[in-house]
């Protein structure tokens, strides 16, 4: 089954960290640009960071930009996202999502089910 599964959301203080994971089965990530998307409540989700596939290269939207990192683990099949100094409006389903393109660019091919991140005192 092709699949992207995202994990290591949690609740967390604000100021804290917590790494998501994006594991992927029955396909290589090498291959693939990997956005993180969030949802808080509403209808709008958001894109967060991407790492493109042709040169590596990471983008992050400004406001986490400082305090997110997204990095790869080929030998895992794994896409990280590092998130630092958390804050109150970070909270929201996190997403990742896979397309087998240069860029970061829709329609994805695979999304994960999400996680739960819960930035709160």
């Known amino acids: 089954q092709l699949q992207v599964v995202e994990s290591g959301g949690g609740l967390v203080q604000p100021g804290g960290s917590l790494r998501l994971s994006c594991a992927a089965s029955?396909?290589?990530?090498?291959?693939?640009?990997i956005g993180w998307f969030r949802q808080a409540p509403g209808p709008e989700r958001e894109g967060v960071s991407c790492l493109s596939r042709s040169d590596g290269s990471a983008y992050h939207i400004d406001s986490v930009k400082g305090r997110f990192t997204i990095s790869r683990d080929n030998a895992k099949n794994t896409v990280y996202l590092q998130m630092n100094s958390l804050k109150p409006e970070d909270t929201g389903v996190y997403y990742c999502?896979?397309?087998?393109?240069?860029?970061?660019?829709?329609?994805?091919?695979?999304w994960g089910q999400g996680t739960q991140v819960t930035v709160s005192s």
């Open positions: 029955g396909f290589s990530l090498d291959y693939y640009s």
């Open positions: 999502a896979a397309v087998n393109k240069p860029r970061c660019s829709g329609p994805y091919d695979y």
